[in-house]
């Protein structure tokens, strides 16, 4: 049976601090036959989730990196048609992306365009719900909680609250959650096109 339920939510004060970063300095490579062109970017590492998207943004590569398959993994990017591609690197915290062109079998990587988009990180304290994330880019950052209203053991999830936070580098936000609602939530949060999902108990 379905249960309509209300939340109280708390908003705390974003603090916003001026980053500095330091500029670095890139130049388009072209990546000859014989250099490795993941072990160029230097910032793969074993265990890494590495995606390979076309101009349309669907996957055509999608593969977990390892010390061995360097040379596996750069034979498979010429294996692509000619055309426009980002290779996106997955880590814990954070997305490398790098957009790179193939013509003719030759890779060229435009490091001058290459970005990183911080994932943003979730914790629970004292029925507190903390929501931060870094944007290098200053792009929004959109919240939607969600409760279980499912008495008989499913899921069922009924919104409980919805806004959209950011257009700063530093985004920061805590919702105070009902102690007198505990049970299962679902947490969404989008940025820059992309979607995570994060599931949890009170």
């Known amino acids: 049976m379905k249960k309509v339920f209300k939340t109280g939510v708390l908003l705390v004060a974003l603090l916003t601090t001026t980053l500095n970063f330091a500029a670095e300095v890139a130049s388009t490579t072209e990546i000859k036959h014989e250099i490795k062109p993941l072990a160029l970017l230097k910032k793969i590492e074993k265990g890494d989730q590495v995606i390979v998207k076309n101009r349309f943004g669907s996957t055509v590569l999608n593969w977990i990196a390892s010390n061995t398959l360097y040379y596996e993994e750069s034979m498979n990017l010429r294996s692509l048609n ?11 915290t954070m997305i490398n992306i790098t957009p790179f062109t193939i013509t003719e079998g030759k890779v060229v990587f435009d490091l001058d365009k290459e970005y990183t988009l911080f994932k943003p990180m979730v914790r629970i304290k004292d029925n507190l719900l903390f929501v931060s994330q870094l944007s290098l880019q200053e792009k929004p950052l959109e919240i939607q909680l969600y409760f279980d209203t499912d008495d008989d053991g499913g899921w069922y999830y009924e919104l409980l609250h919805a806004e959209t936070v950011g257009s700063t580098k530093v985004i920061g936000k805590v919702l105070a959650l009902d102690a007198k609602l505990p049970g299962k939530y679902k947490l969404i949060l989008s940025t820059e096109g992309r979607t995570f999902t994060e599931k949890f108990k009170l």
């Open 82 to 92: 000619d055309g426009q591609y980002s290779l996106e690197v997955v880590k814990d």
